[in-house]
């Protein structure tokens, strides 16, 4: 998804030491570019909003194709009724998307001649909240041992809510109701019929689909109350070819969210790269993205964005306000309870054998900032004329070169070919005959 409004932030002045050491930023820089979701061919994304036992998830619809085979089938922890799902409003998945994505940031040196203060970043606004759903009535009917708990219509969607004995029997039903699933779904079905699961089950209303004038279909919100902290991702495999791209944004009063069943990795982060890269970061960000999944044996999910609501540093879009926080499904702000909402950015690359469990998570009070930020220094290169400019000039000279080692190392690009591609800073710009000649 296209992000429409990018923030760029106040120019901020970098004091360089004596030595000229690696500047102490007083803030994250400019912001320059992100790497969202767009990014990924098969990216899908979801956002879980939860507070104790009560959760309210978002799943956007990448779906393509012709809406009129268009079948969702989402496995539940309980029997959800028409007030407890709704239809979202697609901006805000991109909001965060925005608001949480892995960006670039750039300093520019200051002339070693004359260096000015820093300055401190303002602080950010404060945000706020929303209330939880509501829950309705239920009516059922049976077939091939499968029992409508539930149905209605919600926007565009027609909804059951199903339960049933036998996944074979499952997969027979939903094909001989017109639900186009890929064969063989069957095997994937079974463990949550087990486990005692509801399935959510929705398809195109074609006619409101007509008349709601929409382009694509918008995402559907549900709201539920289980002890259950799980995002069902193993029937996403049936129609997924190779390896598929999720992003979740996990949304608490308390701070970080975290994974139970699976490891995970901070992304890297806070380094420094050539100039160049600024032309084609989000070309960067996948081969850095691809070679930490290689690294890892492709079985860890990547933590890309951890950071209180209420402010970013630097801010790659505006933090959501509470309007658009009630439409991400924070439900608990200005209940008395809590007036924050604190969002995880888990990123997963994942296939059927690499990722064999659904994923579970549980909260925590870890309030830790994190953020995937790299980082573009451009030195200095106007005229010099003090006794510091030849140690400045080295300085940036080795600072080029480590961030040439550090591309290499995040990408796997050869070394050889980013030196090629730096803008050395020269060491001829002022000779030493300089103000003798001007002298004349």
């Keep these: 998804m296209k992000v429409l409004n990018w923030v760029i932030l106040v120019l901020v002045i970098v004091l360089f030491s004596v030595g000229f050491a690696s500047p102490a930023w007083a803030f994250c820089g400019f912001y320059v570019s992100q790497a969202d979701a767009s990014l990924y061919n098969q990216a899908s994304q979801v956002i879980i909003a939860r507070d104790g036992n009560r959760t309210i998830l978002t799943m956007a619809n990448d779906y393509q194709g012709s809406v009129k085979d268009f079948a969702l089938v989402v496995p539940v922890p309980v029997i959800l009724k028409a007030e407890q799902v709704k239809v979202g409003e697609p901006k805000i998945i991109q909001r965060l998307d925005a ?16 260096p000015q203060p820093e300055y401190d970043q303002l602080p950010a606004p404060a945000t706020r909240g929303v209330q939880a759903l509501q829950e309705e009535k ?27 004995k036998e996944s074979d029997g499952l ?38 689909f007509d008349q709601s004038g929409f382009q694509n279909l918008r995402p559907l919100m549900m709201a539920y109350e289980s002890p259950r902290f799980m995002l069902p991702i193993r029937l996403g495999m049936i129609n997924g070819t190779g390896e598929q791209d999720l992003i979740v944004y996990l949304l608490s009063p308390k701070g970080q969210m975290e994974l139970t069943n699976y490891r995970t990795v901070k992304i890297p982060t806070d380094q420094e ?16 993205f691809t070679k930490a999944y290689e690294r890892e044996q492709k079985k860890v999910a990547f933590l890309e964005y951890a950071w209180n609501m209420g402010g970013c540093d630097p801010c790659s879009a505006d933090p959501l306000n509470s309007e658009e926080l009630k439409q991400a499904g924070v439900f608990w702000l200005d209940s008395g309870a809590s007036n924050s909402a604190f969002i995880t950015r888990l990123h997963i690359r994942y296939t059927r054998n690499n990722f064999p469990e ?34 400045y000039r080295q300085f940036v000279r080795q600072r080029q070169e480590q961030e040439a080692q550090n591309l290499a190392t995040l990408t796997n690009w050869k070394i050889e070919d980013i030196r090629r591609r730096i803008n050395w800073l020269q060491f001829n710009r002022d000779s030493w005959w300089n103000p003798f000649k001007n002298n004349n």
Aim: aromatic share 14%; glycine share 4%; with cysteine.
């Design 99 to 114: 608001f949480s994505a892995p960006r670039l940031v750039e300093y520019f040196d200051p002339d070693p001649c004359n």
């Design 138 to 164: 239920r009516e059922s009917e049976s077939s091939l041992g499968v029992t409508i708990e539930a149905r209605f219509t919600v926007g565009e969607y027609d909804i059951l809510i199903l339960s049933a």
């Design 171 to 208: 997969e027979t039903w939903l094909t001989q109701n017109n639900y186009r699933i890929p064969e063989g779904a069957s095997a994937l079905l079974k463990p949550y019929i087990q486990q005692g699961l509801k399935f959510f089950v929705a398809k195109v209303n074609l006619t409101k």
């Design 273 to 288: 790269i050539p100039e160049f890269v600024k032309e084609e970061f989000p070309g960067f960000y996948k081969s850095l």
């Design 358 to 391: 659904d994923l579970n998570f549980q909260p925590t009070a870890n309030q830790e900032s994190f953020q995937g930020r790299y980082i573009i220094n451009h030195p200095y290169k106007d005229q010099m004329q003090c006794s510091q400019a030849l140690q």
